[in-house]
């Protein structure tokens, strides 16, 4: 049997601010999403001057990142890449970068999903979150 680690609310925590910091830094208006590794929700946070629609973006790629068990990304260029099919699978949402898995030991233990700038940008907010992990 193995042992899991999981997110505690102080590792969440530190994830937002360090995520809220590269944000900032770079004056951009996001929405920081962190969930668990079943791609429950567990932190939501909106920048002022984030888009609504950010909101919902945001914890779509979590989510993604979370169950997929890898960077939102790699569905994006599944699909830009021909495999459009890849739409209708079921319960499947937030196919932008932008959600990045946290992964400790590695086991994904949940996901950072952002959205509201380029999505390059988002997933460099997603990972600077992450690092302050220290993984």
Known sequence: MKTKSFL???????IAA???????????A????????????????RLDGAAALSAHIAPAKAHTAAMGRRESKT??????GGRTSFLTAPGVQGLLEGGVPIVKDGQVIGA???SGV????????AKAGIAALGL
Request: glycine fraction near 6%.
């Open 75 to 80: 569905y994006e260029d599944m699909i830009n």
């Open 30 to 45: 996001v929405t920081i999403a962190i969930a668990d590794d079943g791609g429950n929700l567990l932190w939501l946070q």
């Open 112 to 114: 950072v999903g952002v």
């Open 118 to 125: 380029k999505s390059n940008e988002d997933a460099q907010i």
């Open 8 to 14: 505690e609310l102080a590792d969440v925590k530190a």
């Open 18 to 28: 360090a995520a809220e910091a590269e944000a900032l830094k770079n004056n951009w």
